[in-house]
Nanobody, 117 residues
Framework: QVQLVESGGALVQAGGSLRLSCAAS????????MGWHRQAPGKQRELVAL???????TYAVSVKGRFTISRDNAKNTVYLQMDGLKPEDTAVYYC???????????WGQGTTVTVSS
């Protein structure tokens, strides 16, 4: 099973930018879906963005237009570029992968993003 390691979380002021990275332990080119979810304190985990192997992307309404997901298959890494950060973006961000034929999806351990007002 693929191992996922996130990095890039930090404390940033509102309006700032961050880029999260998710490094996979094996090739991601054939993985159907990779993406990011987040969990804010006291809230359920929610979808942020997904990258599909066909090249399309899906975004939560709350981040559309501010966040951009991308894949670098050569580096086996998925990125989440976050611009125009808001305090409500504060959360632990988890990398996610799932593919046809897998018994379960795979998750990273998370990286913390804190946005100060």
């Amino acid at each position: 099973q693929v191992q996922l390691v996130e990095s890039g979380g930090a404390l940033v002021q509102a309006g700032g930018s961050l880029r999260l990275s998710c490094a996979a332990s094996e090739s991601i080119s054939s993985i159907n879906v990779m993406g990011w979810h987040r969990q804010a304190p006291g809230k359920q985990r929610e979808l942020v963005a997904l990258s599909h192997s066909g090249g399309t992307a899906t975004y939560a309404v709350s981040v559309k237009g501010r966040f951009t997901i991308s894949r670098d298959n050569a580096k086996n890494t998925v990125y989440l570029q976050m611009d125009g950060l808001k305090p409500e973006d504060t959360a632990v961000y988890y990398c996610y992968a799932d593919s046809i034929g897998w018994s379960r999806s795979q998750w990273g351990q998370g990286t913390t993003v804190t946005v100060s007002s």
